[in-house]
């Protein structure tokens, strides 16, 4: 099973590409730190076509708290090779309540699919 859940601060502003066709990329960097305080950053991206991108995507801002959910998987780029990333199927900014609970709703998926 692939699941992925990034919860942290936005560190970039989402960058929307044009891919293939109506398919845009859309990329960013979330920054997450761990009990010590140490900070790691995760690449993040989106893809598909931009009217099923998460609606608040393009909304949210450098150092705004968000909690992505999505797989882990590799993009290429370019000759320096791969980025491994996380591909978003879900962007939730917002209040503390509203992340906690998109935490609470990917997780107990991927409990019942186990």
Same mark, same amino acid.
């Given at each position: 099973?692939? +699941? ?8 970039? +502003? ?6 293939? =066709? ?25 893809? #598909? ?20 959910? #999505?797989?882990?998987?590799? @993009?290429?780029? #370019?000759?320096? #090779? ?10 939730? =900014? ?5 992340? @906690? ?14």
């Amino acid at each position: 099973m692939n +699941i992925a859940v990034v919860v942290g601060t936005l560190r970039v +502003i989402p960058e929307m590409k044009p891919v293939a =066709g109506e398919e845009v990329l859309v990329v960013f960097d979330v920054d997450v730190f761990d009990e010590s305080g140490r900070k790691s950053t995760v690449p993040v991206s989106w893809r #598909g076509l931009q009217g099923d991108m998460p609606p608040e995507l393009l909304d949210l801002d450098i150092g705004d708290d968000v909690v992505v959910s #999505g797989v882990m998987g590799r @993009r290429f780029i #370019g000759a320096s #090779g791969f980025l491994v990333d996380v591909r978003a199927d879900e962007v939730v =900014g917002g209040g503390k309540v509203r992340r @906690r609970n998109a935490v609470k709703r990917v997780l107990t998926a991927a409990l019942d699919a186990a």
